[in-house]
């Protein structure tokens, strides 16, 4: 079972960047898919991007594309979510999540089996 940790959660202006990192511990990362949402204050979760074993990308919305990359780094077990061109609307706490086993491919939230506490990340005008 795995356990993942998001960091990298901060305060940025409009239009700067930000790198979220999701560690994982207890399993091996590269077995598995993870994919990165997000909730904002008083909405519901969203799916911002997936990435599979094999470096397949999935991007759930035509904005995030473009904005947004996703990336692992196996050896280091860990999760890259590479922010650009941030909006005040891009705020709120994001989370990283694997599926319920190794060997399945992205999906939505609901498809998805362990989680991270989350990291916030605030966009100020």
């Known amino acids: 079972q795995l356990q993942l940790v998001e960091s990298g959660g901060d305060l940025v202006h409009v239009g700067g960047s930000l790198t979220l990192s999701c560690a994982a511990s207890?399993?091996?990362?590269?077995?598995?898919?993870i994919g990165w949402f997000r909730q904002a204050p008083g909405k519901e979760r969203e799916d911002v991007l997936c990435i599979d074993r094999a470096g397949g990308i999935t991007s759930y919305t035509d904005f995030m594309k473009g904005r947004f990359t996703i990336s692992r780094d196996n050896a280091k077990n860990t999760v890259y979510l590479q922010m650009n061109n941030l909006r005040v609307e891009d705020t709120g706490v994001y989370y990283c999540a694997v599926p319920h086993g190794p060997g399945y491919s992205c999906s939505g939230s609901y498809g998805m089996g362990y989680w991270g506490k989350g990291t916030l990340v605030t966009v100020s005008s």
């Open positions: 207890g399993g091996t990362l590269g077995h598995f898919a």
